[in-house]
Nanobody, 111 residues
Framework: QVQLVESGGGSVQPGGSLRLSCQAS????????MGWYRQIPGKERDLVAV???????SYGDSVEGRFIISRDNAKNTVYLEMNSLKPEDTAVYHC?????WGQGTQVAVSS
């Protein structure tokens, strides 16, 4: 079993930046792809970004060009660099892998 713990969320003004981190522990050898999705209450999950074990990345249309996903396999950590944040980016961001996800970290973008 794998445990994922996110950190780095918070409040920021539009146009600002935040960096989220996700630390994996447990049976980490079972992990290949990792990523982030976000959840707004009452709305469907929104896939934000995915990174494969080889480092190939993909992004949701709404964040393409603004967010950057990366991973440090030596630290069992995946990151999400979020730039040019907009109010519509406000959500709970969850780290995920093929078989589960973390508790999430809140991101709030407002003036």
């Amino acid at each position: 079993q794998v445990q994922l713990v996110e950190s780095g969320g918070g409040s920021v003004q539009p146009g600002g930046s935040l960096r989220l981190s996700c630390q994996a522990s447990g049976n980490i050898f079972s992990i290949n792809n990792m990523g982030w999705y976000r959840q707004i209450p009452g709305k469907e999950r929104d896939l934000v970004a995915v990174i494969t074990s080889g480092g190939t990345t993909s992004y949701g249309d709404s964040v393409e060009g603004r967010f950057i996903i990366s991973r440090d396999n030596a630290k069992n950590t995946v990151y999400l660099e979020m730039n040019s944040l907009k109010p519509e980016d406000t959500a709970v961001y969850h780290c995920m892998y093929e078989e589960g996800w973390g508790q999430g970290t809140q991101v709030a973008v407002s003036s």
